[in-house]
């Protein structure tokens, strides 16, 4: 009997110890989850003729081939540009061995928004345009112009840039422009060098741009800007990426785009997102046009000549553009 009065004391002082604890623990989380200033903060509308002059002004260097005059000239006006948007630009210069053994002069461009932020996302395209054009039927040796090959990604991430540094966002943004993608082996070639594309997401997913540098996750852009391009779930990135595939698809149907952003599914491709997931280990999408009528599945124009300003519509910019804003805004 004597006994489970003293339980009874024991079981009191102990539930006394709980609910204080409890009380305790409330208040301290309360005033740890106060500490940091989130505001929910209006996603901008994104201005897709602001985007188009982007990619116009690409253009206007000619093609964007590593070690030629135009690929100096834009990477110099990728970095003011970026600078000026009020971005803290780091720079990855280096010399890489393209397949066949010429040195090609590299510089990835790394554009970085609210440096502090430990919440990152990461926003990717390439910036150079294909030394040849494999897939034409004239001038094959010659380069491409790549207004939707290399210009229209830029082009939709310098004007997201523009957006970001006129209105506040509550994470870290991190827009990496890659170079030396499009430099990869031909397709006609028989002694096949082994992962000839994407040679400046390699470079910076081996060596990134900060010591342990991570983000929650990574969007690609890659040809988003011809008319009435179809944008489907690509293998790799449901492979690697499955939450981020649907959380940006969502976002795109739920804000009028479901016209672009295909639910369809189809083969995976080589492209940066690849050696990011792999390399890196961040899940990262690929935002590319899928076109099964084509020669390659991409876009029609793909690797021709024909790869010029007349080929992109504000439209389809527009469309990723909102999309990847939505995304970002949405995130606290
Ligand atoms: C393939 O051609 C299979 N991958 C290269 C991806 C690419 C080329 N993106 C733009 N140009
Ligand atoms: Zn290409």
Known sequence: MEHSGITKISTFIFSCVLIFGCINNKKLKKSVAKKPNIVQYRTPQFNADSAYSFIQKQVDFGPRVPNSDGHKKCGNYLVNTFQQYGAEVFLQEDVVQRYDGLDMYMKNIIASYNVDAYKRVLLCAHWDTRFMADYDTNKVNSPIIGANDGGSGVGVL???????NINPINI?????????????????????????????????????????????????????????????KEGASIYYAPKIVDKVWDIAHKIGFSSYFSLDKTAPIIDDHIYINNLIHIPTIDIVEYDINTHNKFNQHH??????????????LKAVGQTVLEVLYSEK
Request: glycine share 6%; with cysteine.
């Open 303 to 316: 690797h021709r000549h024909s790869d010029d300003i007349e080929i992109i519509d504000v439209k389809t």
């Open 172 to 232: 870290g943004v991190d827009i990496i422009l890659f170079d030396v993608e499009d430099q990869g082996q031909p397709n006609s070639d028989s002694n096949i060098v082994k992962d000839s594309w994407c040679l400046g997401s390699q470079y910076w997913s081996k060596n990134p741009h900060e010591k342990n540098y991570f983000a929650e996750y990574g969007i690609l852009l890659d040809m988003v800007g011809a008319e009435n391009a179809q944008f489907t």
């Open 158 to 164: 310098l004007e997201i840039a523009r957006q970001i």
